[in-house]
Each structure stands twice: as C-alpha cells, then as structure tokens.
C-alpha cells in the first residue's frame, strides 16, 4: 500500500506599532506573519544504485538485478515502501513489478530482456497515498544483442533447430458458428531431423492426442504448435497466446507440446510435454519467417526458442 508523511513546524508572529497622545493609545498599522518549514517528509526520494546500462542477450535475464533506494528528505533509508518497476521499452519483463523495499530502503528486481528492439528501458517509480509520484522517475537501459542463431531452450538444456514447416489442417469455426480463419500446425524440428513434405498425415477427425504432422526421419527435438490463424493462405503475423480449443480465437494458438527424444523408428507418443502458457510471436518479410518462443510447460519450466528462416509450406 502506497502512503506518505510529513512532519511541520512553524511560528505565528504579529508585529505593529501603537502611539499614545495626551493619554490616549492608538494601533497605526499590524501585519500577521506566518512562518511553516517541512523539517521531515516520507518518502521523498528516489535513487538509482547499480544494473544501470548494462548489455544482455534477448529472451534472458540480466547479469545485474535493477537496484534502487528509498529515503526520506533527511536522507534516511525507508523500509516497507512500494517500488513500481515498468517495462518501457523491448517488450521484456522483470520478476516483480512491484516490490517492498528492505530495512536499508532498497528495491530490486531481475530484467529479462525482450525481443521487440535492441535498445531497452524499464521506469521505476514511487507514490504517495494518492496515487501521484513522488520524486522524479528513474529510467534503467539496456542494450540487447539480437539471437543470431536458431535454436531451442528447454530449462537448461539447448538445441539447434534446423527446419520448420506449416501444414493447413482446416478452417476454424467460432463459438458462433462463423468461419474466421484456418488452424495451421507449425512443426519445428532441430538437427538430426528432417522434413518429407511429399507425405503429410492428414487426419478428417483425429483421435484427441493424434498429432498432424509430416513424415520425419532421424531422431532430435521437436517442438509443435496448432494455431489459429486469421488468413486462410498463411500463418500471419502476430503474438499468439494459448486458448481454449473448444472456442479458438484468431491469434491464439490452441494446442502446443515438444519433445526431446524423437526418433523415426519409435515414433512414440510418450515423452511429450505440454505447454499450457506463454507466447509465440510471428514476423515474416517476403518469405522470412521470424518465431520467437517464450512459453512455460505444465511443470513450470521455460521454454524458450528463436528461428528466422523460411517455411515450407503444405496443404
């Protein structure tokens, strides 16, 4: 809760002048005066202490946590304060956007760079019980290096993905029985894998659990999405998010799971995650696809991935 105090003190003075003729007294003039200082005022004032100006690599987590101190005007530190941190700029996150400082007045949280631009800023800013800032705003920045190669994270563990490729399963129907769009399956694969796209199983009905996917050989990583496209030609750009099959929205993708233990002999429906939360972001120029992939699997861990290549195409 934001709050804020402050503490006055001041004198009342009234100065004149009184003349007395032949026993009789008379006020000539009197001006009031008032005097009022603030001597203590809470929370007054915001620093920045280190994770300034830092350089990082897009879709991780900065070297240096953003630090900053709250104090009030006679420079004590000021626990218990609410500390708001905003992404500004990148389209990253930080851990918490809002945060208590600690019994030295100090606030931190960790930046995770996002993929939006290479500059980045997060304002950091505290309020008085009103709502209002106090204090100016402090402006933290980054500079990220864009990915440079393909690959795919899952929690500690990284891999290169070489190929990718969008198959049309059909036209989407909304929860009002109007066609706005198809569901395309985006199938990601890392090396070790490749893609027969003269072969594609195409399912009328498939069984719950049935993936729609090209014929592989080899053995790797796979990472495979069905989404709600809002074009009937091509997977457009966008960010998509998860949502519910039952009712698909365009923009949204409807089911998503990996694997890191593929192979053409077993293909077994065993050691698939699902990932239940998170976003894909799609950009394409002329026939570059850029995908960036920043998803959580159902036991909380992170998947992370980046490819920039073209996309085969089946229908």
């Known amino acids: 809760m934001d709050w ?9 003075i009234t100065t004149g002048v009184d003349i007395t003729i032949f026993g009789y007294s008379k006020s000539i003039y009197s001006v009031p005066y008032r005097h009022e200082k603030v001597i203590w005022n809470a929370p007054d004032s ?3 202490l280190s994770g300034n100006d830092q350089e990082g690599t897009q879709g991780m987590s900065l070297t240096e946590p953003l630090k900053v101190k709250v104090t009030d005007n006679l ?3 000021l626990s218990d304060i609410p500390v708001y941190f905003n992404v500004t700029k990148g389209g990253g996150k930080v851990d918490n956007q809002s945060i208590m400082t600690d019994e030295q007045g100090v606030a931190e949280v960790l930046w995770t760079l996002g993929y939006e631009s290479e500059d980045q800023t997060v304002d950091v800013v505290i309020k008085n019980a009103d ?6 705003s402090l402006e933290f920045n980054a500079t990220s290096e864009g990915n440079k190669e393909n690959f795919l994270r899952i929690g500690d563990k990284e ?3 070489s190929d990718g490729i969008l198959n049309e399963e ?3 129907i909304d929860d009002d029985g109007n066609e706005f769009g198809n569901e395309i399956v985006l199938t990601l694969v890392s ?3 490749s893609i027969l796209i003269s072969d594609i199983h195409d399912y009328e009905e498939k069984p719950p659990g049935l993936r729609v996917m090209p014929d592989l050989l080899g053995s790797g990583q796979i990472l495979y999405f069905e989404i709600a496209s809002s074009s009937y030609t091509e997977l457009t750009e966008g960010v998509y998010t998860p949502h519910d099959k039952r009712f698909p929205k365009a923009n949204t993708f409807i089911f998503c799971e990996y694997t890191e233990n593929w192979n053409e002999e077993l293909e077994s429906k065993e050691g698939w995650k699902i990932v239940n939360s998170g976003k894909l972001v799609v950009r394409k120029v002329d026939e570059i696809y850029e995908l960036i992939i920043d998803c959580t699997n159902e036991n909380g861990e992170k998947i992370i991935g980046y490819y920039k290549a073209p996309l085969k195409w089946q229908n």
């Open 191 to 193: 090396e070790g894998i």
């Open 4 to 12: 804020d105090s402050n503490l006055k003190a001041g004198v009342d």
């Open 170 to 172: 059909g036209s989407l």
């Open 46 to 48: 915001l620093f920045m």
């Open 131 to 136: 709502g209002l800032l106090i204090s100016p």
């Open 75 to 77: 420079n004590n530190p």
């Open 159 to 161: 891999y290169s993905l």
